[in-house]
């Protein structure tokens, strides 16, 4: 019996069961019925956390695309697999159907082909959330590419750095992007990052804002012409179930980001089988969600699950508060959006705004909303429960990782009961688990503790890029045998779960993830600065801004002009959302005796609870705090 699709409770309670007790019984089961493959897999799971090592369906043999379209051109050709909705207000939704995706795919395939693209090889994607992005995903998927997608507002600097990193052969853009009112020159960023990166052959350049862009002779090539020479079908390539699927970066507590690497059948069968239950997603429905395609969110839940489920997901180019903040509500309302997934620094943003903007609109499509990407505080959670649910549309708060390739712990709605600011109970096949510091499991519930998952579920990243031994340090070292989120996480006495926050150096920023390293070497590479100390503290809109603690090697005259130096060089280093809210120029940094830096006691001073710092006593200079404290702000 398929269970594929949970729909009650009950359900739940005994697919989970069975889920736990019987993991591989209960995978092959969902992985069987539900899609197509050239060939079964010989053995179902191979892992050891020690190594680490995890294997699923290997010997298996499909292609993804395949999965995500070909499967659903006998039943669905005409209908839409993509909306795409521009950033103009003014501008017309493009209908992108089953059977034009195929088409799309196919050419983008073979033109990169053409260009001597092959399995295995990388390619860096740095689009905006047009069609191009989601098409040039799924070619390299078609070919058996890997991709690379970095987000598009990432610096010259960062994209360099992951290029390099995965020594990628080429990178598609665009001429440019479109950002509410203002537009971004995209290809004068892969201009710069590309003089650093000599193993980059080809460019394929879109055209999106017509802008008058370099095209340097040799490298660079307009993609519309190369598609229209191309033919449109292309035999998808015949992946093993282990073979890598993509590599996406992640901000790690070092300062080198992690290229976080998932492969293709394990990813495919969780990311479709989490988004059929976290949404209920019925034929016909239309699903939203608001993430970048540059983020793991875009990738599970707008390109691979929704496809895989032959769904139709709406695809939006441009910002919340463009032409003005109505703007979510009233593509809800146009489009008559099912499923809206969005996240919490968003639902914060609009909460702030008139109520006129959310009640003009006729929200009565929505079934499921949606959050996603860092903790929702309870007056967030009521806002969008009262007011875009009209409290009838259940929430899920659904916590997962660019690592763990799909949702790991959330709501089912319509059948988990919601409790503001809790994630409530794991996805089948997850087994989580609660340590204390001595690296004991804590039982019970009523308990908090460090979240780890036992066992491993099949869209687990695999390694990062290049550098296993990181791999296992960070997540598979804190805690023998298990697998380490790196968030803090506590169980109510009915078992929900609910995430509190990062108990390591990643700051969660708007819903983005930065990790203090990165941006302290680029702030440190300024001339004058001896040392500095990155926080966050608590935030209305952002959930954490970032409060910069920063020593000189000699006193300056104009601190203000420092500072804007400061931003400048975390702009061009990493982007400007990694840019600094507050900075303090100090005297000094409170640090142990062995030198390491007490963020502990900066994060306390950042959000303005001095009344309790703690224990000070193993400090180098104790003195070091209070001069802090009595430091004014630039
Ligand atoms: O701290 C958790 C937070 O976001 C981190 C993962 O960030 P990233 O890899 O960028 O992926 C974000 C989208 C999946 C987690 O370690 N986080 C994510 N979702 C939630 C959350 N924190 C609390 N509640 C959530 N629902």
Request: with cysteine; glycine share 8%; proline share 5%.
């Amino acid at each position: 019996m398929s269970q594929y699709h949970i729909q009650s409770l009950e359900a739940y309670f005994k697919v989970y069961r069975e889920s736990v007790n019987r993991p591989e019984e209960f995978w092959s089961g969902i992985a069987q019925d539900h899609f197509l493959w050239h060939k079964k897999w010989d053995r179902v799971l191979a892992w050891d956390f020690e190594k680490p090592e995890v294997r699923w369906f290997e010997g298996a043999k499909l292609n993804i695309t395949e999965n995500c379209i070909d499967r659903h051109l006998s039943t669905k050709a005409d209908e839409t697999a993509i909306l795409f909705v521009p950033n103009d207000p003014n501008g017309e939704a493009e209908k992108i159907s089953y059977r034009n995706l195929h088409e799309r795919v196919c050419r983008f395939a073979n033109v990169l082909k053409n260009h001597g693209i092959k399995k295995g090889d990388r390619v860096i994607i740095y689009l905006p959330m047009i069609p191009e992005l989601a098409v040039s995903v799924l070619a390299c998927a078609r070919i058996g590419a890997i991709h690379s997608v970095v987000f598009a507002g990432f610096s010259a600097t960062a994209l360099s750095t992951r290029i390099n990193d995965c020594d990628a052969k080429m990178v598609i853009t665009s001429d440019g992007s479109y950002r509410g009112s203002k537009t971004i020159d995209l290809k004068g960023i892969v201009d710069q990052a590309l003089d650093d990166c000599p193993a980059v052959q080809s460019v394929l350049v879109a055209q999106r804002i017509h802008s008058d862009i370099h095209m340097q002779e040799g490298r660079d090539h307009w993609l519309a012409p190369e598609l229209a020479a191309a033919s449109s079908s292309c035999e998808p390539e015949i992946m093993d179930a282990e073979d890598p699927l993509f590599i996406l970066y992640t901000s790690g507590s070092t300062g080198k980001p992690k290229g976080m690497l998932h492969s293709t059948a394990g990813y495919m069968v969780y990311t479709a089988y989490t988004f059929k239950n976290c949404f209920q997603y019925e034929e016909g429905d239309i699903y939203w969600c608001t993430a970048d395609i540059g983020w793991i969110t875009g990738h599970s839940y707008i390109v691979y699950g929704p496809l895989a489920n032959g769904a139709t997901t709406l695809m939006y180019e441009g910002v919340p508060s463009h032409p003005d903040c109505s703007r979510f509500w009233q593509i809800v309302e146009e489009h008559k959006v099912n499923q809206f997934y969005t996240a919490p620094t968003a639902i914060r943003a609009l909460a702030k705004e008139s109520l006129d903007f959310v009640n003009k609109h006729d929200l009565s499509s929505l079934k499921v909303l949606g959050s996603v990407g860092e903790p929702i505080n309870e007056e967030a959670w009521h806002w969008y429960n009262d007011h875009i649910g009209k409290k009838n549309t259940p929430i899920i708060d659904s916590w997962w990782q660019t690592e763990t390739g799909g949702i790991l712990i959330s709501p089912i709605p319509y059948v988990t009961p919601t409790k503001p600011t809790f994630a409530t109970l794991p996805m089948p096949g997850i087994q989580p688990a609660l340590m204390d510091e001595n690296g004991q499991e804590i039982h019970g519930n009523q308990v908090q503790g460090r979240l780890c998952i036992k066992y491993p579920w099949p869209s687990i990243a695999r390694t990062i890029w290049g550098d296993h031994l990181r791999y296992k340090d960070t997540y598979f070292s804190a805690f023998a045998g298990k697998y380490f989120t790196g968030d803090g996480a506590l169980r109510d006495e009915t078992g929900y779960y609910r995430i509190t926050g990062r108990v390591d150096d990643v700051i969660i920023v708007s819903g983005h993830n930065l990790g203090t390293a990165p941006i302290e070497d680029a702030i440190n590479a300024h001339p004058q600065v001896a040392e500095s100390a990155i926080v966050g503290y608590p935030h209305d809109i952002k959930g954490n801004a970032l409060y910069g603690y920063v020593t000189l090697k000699s006193p300056v005259e104009n601190q203000e002009n420092l500072c804007r130096e400061i931003n400048q060089l975390i702009s061009q280093q990493i982007g400007p959302i990694a840019k600094l809210d507050k900075i303090q120029i100090t005297q000094g940094l409170p640090k142990t005796r062995s030198g390491k830096i007490m963020r502990r006691i900066l994060r306390k001073i950042a959000s303005n609870e001095t009344d309790n710092l703690g224990d000070i006593s193993t400090l180098l200079d104790p003195e070091v705090v209070k001069s802090i404290m009595d430091e004014a702000l630039v």
